[in-house]
C-alpha cells in the first residue's frame, strides 16, 4: 500500500489578480497627433464639397491647384486635375466644389472659361489680364444634381439677368452678330445671344433676351426687323435714311414694335418664335382685309417702276404695285407692259374729316356690285385715269398716279373680268417725250434754209426803211417844224399887242385897236391856212413842205 501522502503538505493555489495596463508618457503625443489627424480629416470630409468633372474643347490658362470656379467673382471651387480625354480629342478638368456652393451643380448649370475677348457687346475678361484665366458657371433652374459637365465654347452674354429669350426666323442673318443690341422705341432692351441654321437649312433661327421688365412690351403681336446700319431707300416715295444709333451702325442691331392699329395682345411667353423682317417698311405693313386687285394695261416703257412702288390717288398713297410684267394678245400678238396694282379703300378713313367719315365707311360696306358699278361711273362719266409719274428725279423712279380726266375718250372695258382693269393715260416723262418729238418733227418739215434767205432780204429792205425815216426825220427838224414855230410865234406877237392896245397904258385909241385886230386876223389866217395846208397834204409832216415850181 502506498504511502498516504500527507495532503497538508501539498503546495496550496492562490489567486493572483492581473496587473494593470500603464501607458507609457511617451505614447501620448503620438496619440493626440493621431486624434487631431483623425478629426482634421473628418471635418474636411464634412465641409469638402462634390468634385465635378468638365469636358472642354481645349482648356486655355486652366492649371491644376491655380485656376479657380467663379460665380458672381466669389470663388466657389478649385482645378484640381486636368488631362486628355481616352481619344486625345479634348481636355477633362476636375474640380474641388465648395460644400456652400454644392447646390449649384445641378442639371442645368453652364461651365465657360473667361478669357480676355473682344465681341460685338464690347471687350470682356480683362481682369484675367492680371489674375490669369478661370472657369465661370451660370447656375441652372433644375432641382436634380450632377457631376460631370460639358464646357461652352463660348460665354453666354446672358447668366442670370431676368428677362426672357425669344426666337427670330429670318432668311439671311445679314449683319446682325452674337451680343448685337436690341431697340424698342430706339432705347437699348435686351441682345441677341446665338444664332444657329434651322433644322430644315432653310432660315437662321436668332436668339434674342429682352431684359426685364421690358419683356412685358413683347406681345404676340410685336413685329422685330433688322435695324442694322443705315437703310437709306430712295424709290418714288423719295429718299428716306433711316437707323436706331450708332451702335447699331457699327455692330447691327435688331428692333421691335407693335402696330398702332393692331389690338393690345398678350405677351408672349418665353421662346416664342416670331418673324424677323427686313425693314421697318414691311414689318409695320398694314394688312387690308378690303384691299382689292385692278390691272392696268399700257403703252409706254416700264424702266423706273418696281414691285412697291406706291399708288396715289390726288397725292394719297391709296395702294401699291404688287407685279410688273409683260402680257400677250393672242389674237393680234401685240405685245405690252402689265402693272397690277391695289387699292385699300380704308386708306381714305385717315385723309377725310370727321363728318365725311360715315360716307367712306358706308363706301368699304359697300357690296362687290355696287363697288363695279361705282368704278365704272368714275371711269366713264368722270375720267378716271392711272398714269405713270415720276417720284424721284435722282433714281429715275416711278409711281401710279390715279387722276380724273374730264376729257378723256370713253373706253370699252371687260366690267365682267377679274381684276377690273382701270384705263390708262401717257404721261410723265413719256408724255413730255412724245411732245418734244412732235415739236421736233414739225421744226425738222420747217424750210428752214427758204426762211433764212427772206429774213435776210426783209433785214436789208427794214434798214434801208429806217434810213429813209430817219432822212425824214430830219427834214421835218428843218424845215415843217421852224414854220410852225415862227407862226405860233406871229400869233403870239399879236395877242400880246393886242391886249396891250386895249388894256395898255399907253392904248392910242381906237385906231391902235384897229390896228391890232387887224394883225390878229392876219395871224388867224395864217394859221388857217397852215391848218388848210396840213389837211390836203398830211404828209408834210414827214416829208416836209414840197418847193413850188418855178413859172
Avoid: C
Amino acid at each position: 500500500m502506498p504511502n498516504e501522502t500527507n495532503l497538508n503538505e501539498l503546495p496550496q493555489a492562490t489567486l493572483e489578480r492581473p496587473k494593470r495596463f500603464r501607458v507609457s508618457v511617451v505614447w501620448i503625443i503620438p496619440i493626440l497627433a493621431a486624434v487631431v489627424a483623425i478629426g482634421i480629416a473628418v471635418q474636411r470630409i464634412l465641409n469638402e464639397g462634390p468634385t465635378i468633372t468638365i469636358v472642354f474643347k481645349a482648356a486655355e490658362g486652366v492649371e491644376a491647384g491655380k485656376t479657380f470656379l467663379k460665380y458672381k467673382d466669389v470663388t466657389v471651387g478649385t482645378v484640381s486635375a486636368v488631362q486628355l480625354s481616352d481619344d486625345f480629342t479634348k481636355v477633362v478638368v476636375k474640380a474641388k466644389i465648395a460644400k456652400y456652393a454644392a447646390g449649384l451643380m445641378v442639371d442645368d448649370t453652364s461651365f465657360w472659361i473667361v478669357a480676355p475677348r473682344v465681341t460685338l457687346g464690347g471687350i470682356s475678361g480683362l481682369g484675367t489680364l492680371l489674375s490669369g484665366n478661370y472657369i465661370g458657371l451660370a447656375p441652372g433652374k433644375a432641382t436634380r444634381h450632377r457631376h460631370d459637365y460639358t464646357g461652352l465654347d463660348v460665354p453666354p452674354p446672358i447668366t442670370d439677368q431676368p428677362g426672357r429669350l425669344f426666337v427670330l426666323r429670318a432668311d439671311s442673318l445679314g449683319s446682325v452678330g452674337i451680343g448685337a443690341p436690341l431697340y424698342y422705341h430706339s432705347l437699348s432692351v435686351g441682345q441677341v445671344t446665338e444664332y444657329n441654321l434651322s433644322s430644315d437649312g432653310k432660315a437662321i433661327d436668332i436668339k434674342v433676351f429682352v431684359n426685364s421688365p421690358y419683356d412685358k412690351y413683347v406681345t404676340s403681336e410685336a413685329r422685330f426687323w433688322n435695324a442694322s446700319g443705315i437703310n437709306i431707300s430712295a424709290g418714288a416715295d423719295g429718299v428716306q435714311v433711316r437707323t436706331e444709333s450708332l451702335v447699331a451702325v457699327l455692330v447691327g442691331g435688331i428692333a421691335f414694335d407693335t402696330r398702332s392699329f393692331a389690338a393690345a395682345g398678350e405677351p408672349a411667353a418665353a421662346n416664342s418664335t416670331f418673324t424677323l423682317y427686313p425693314d421697318q417698311t414691311t414689318a409695320m405693313k398694314q394688312p387690308d382685309a378690303r384691299e382689292r386687285r385692278y390691272v392696268l394695261y399700257f403703252n409706254e416703257s416700264m424702266r423706273g417702276l418696281s414691285v412697291g412702288a406706291p399708288v396715289t390717288l390726288w397725292g394719297l398713297t391709296v395702294g401699291r404695285v404688287t407685279n410688273v410684267d409683260l402680257t400677250v394678245n393672242p389674237a393680234t400678238l401685240v405685245i405690252r407692259p402689265r402693272v397690277i396694282i391695289t387699292f385699300s379703300p380704308a386708306r381714305l378713313l385717315g385723309h377725310v374729316s370727321q363728318q365725311e367719315q360715315a360716307a367712306a365707311k358706308a363706301l368699304l360696306e359697300m357690296s362687290e356690285e355696287k363697288r363695279t358699278q361705282a368704278l365704272r361711273r368714275m371711269v366713264e362719266e368722270q375720267g378716271l385715269r392711272a398714269r405713270l409719274q415720276t417720284g424721284n428725279l435722282l433714281t429715275g423712279e416711278l409711281y401710279v398716279a390715279l387722276e380724273y380726266h374730264p376729257n378723256a375718250p370713253k373706253p370699252h372695258l371687260d366690267w365682267s373680268a377679274d381684276p377690273l382693269e382701270v384705263p390708262v393715260v401717257s404721261g410723265g416723262l413719256a408724255s413730255i417725250e412724245d411732245k418734244l418729238d412732235s415739236i421736233l418733227t414739225k421744226v425738222d418739215r420747217m424750210p428752214l434754209d427758204a426762211m433764212g434767205t427772206q429774213v435776210k432780204d426783209a433785214l436789208v429792205k427794214l434798214n434801208t426803211t429806217l434810213k429813209e425815216a430817219n432822212v425824214l426825220i430830219e427834214r421835218i427838224d428843218t424845215q415843217l417844224v421852224p414854220a410852225a414855230t415862227e407862226t405860233l410865234q406871229q400869233l403870239h406877237t399879236a395877242i400880246a399887242n393886242g391886249d396891250q392896245a386895249l388894256f395898255g397904258k399907253e392904248s392910242a385909241g381906237p385906231q391902235d385897236l384897229r390896228d391890232t385886230l387887224v394883225e390878229v386876223a392876219g395871224a388867224a389866217r395864217a394859221v388857217r391856212v397852215l391848218v388848210d395846208y396840213l389837211q390836203r397834204h398830211p404828209e408834210a409832216l414827214i416829208r416836209g413842205k414840197k418847193e413850188e415850181e418855178k413859172p
